[in-house]
Nanobody, 126 residues
């Protein structure tokens, strides 16, 4: 059973930065495509960023392009989300997701993913 544990959430003022981390159990992390999603109150879970299992391919939601960066360290079984220039509309619970990947591509949809973390709250005040 794969476990994903997020950390790094918190409260920040608009314009600030946070870095989220997601630590994965399991010896086959290097074969997992990874993604970050978020869910605000009353809204559906939405795609934020994704990275292929080799790390060479990334994809971002239009709303975060140029502000957020996803990366991974396969030696540490960890994926990161660096969030800069945060806005109040970025406030949400952020979830890490993993997928046993056959192809070295980023996956963009909730239904693509096999494993989910418990989520970490990010609050951006104006």
């Amino acid at each position: 059973q794969v476990q994903l544990v997020e950390s790094g959430g918190g409260w920040v003022q608009a314009g600030g930065s946070l870095r989220l981390s997601c630590a994965a159990s399991g010896r086959t992390f290097r074969r997992y495509a990874m993604g970050w999603f978020r869910q605000a109150p009353g809204k559906e879970r939405e795609f934020v960023a994704a990275i292929s299992y080799r790390g060479g391919n990334r994809n971002y939601a239009d709303s975060v392009k140029g502000r957020f960066a996803i990366s991974r360290d396969n030696a540490k079984n960890t994926v990161y989300l660096q969030m800069n220039s945060l806005k109040p509309e970025d406030t949400a619970v952020y979830y890490c997701a993993g997928k046993d990947a056959d192809y070295d591509i980023p996956y963009l949809y909730v239904a693509n993913y096999d494993y989910w973390g418990q989520g970490t709250q990010v609050t951006v005040s104006s």
